[in-house]
C-alpha cells in the first residue's frame, strides 16, 4: 500500500501517518526531513530542490510499501501519482486560527 497525506500544519497529518504505519506495518516519511537539512551547520536551511527529488525518489523506489506526509506539493507530484491512497486533511478555519 502507498498513501500519501497533505494537509495544512496541526491538521493531524502525523498522527495519521503513525497510526496507519503502527497498524499496517508500513514505514513513514515525513517531508519536513525531506526538506530541511538538519545536517547543516545553520538552522532552517533547505535542501536544493534536486536534493529533495533525489531524496524522495529514493523512497519511492526503495520501499515496495511507504506514507508519506507532509504540507508539501509542487516538489512532491511523483508520490501523488505513485499513491493508491491520498488522504487530504482539512480543518475548519475558525480551528486553524486558533
Not at 532552517?44 to 519511492?60: N, S, V
Not at 511507504?66 to 491512497?85: C, L, N, P, T
Request: proline share 1%.
Amino acid at each position: 500500500m502507498k498513501i500519501h497525506i497533505i494537509g495544512c500544519s496541526g491538521s493531524g497529518k502525523t498522527y495519521l501517518a503513525n497510526a496507519l504505519s503502527k497498524k499496517y506495518n508500513i514505514s513513514h516519511f515525513d517531508l519536513d526531513d525531506i526538506q530541511w537539512d538538519n545536517n547543516a551547520k545553520e538552522y532552517g536551511k533547505k535542501r536544493t530542490l534536486d536534493e529533495r527529488k533525489a531524496l524522495l525518489q529514493e523512497i519511492l523506489y526503495n520501499n515496495d510499501e511507504w506514507i508519506i506526509e507532509g504540507v508539501y506539493y509542487a516538489w512532491v507530484q511523483q508520490s501523488f501519482d505513485e499513491a493508491d491512497k491520498i488522504y487530504v486533511l482539512d480543518m475548519p478555519g475558525y480551528l486553524y486560527k486558533k
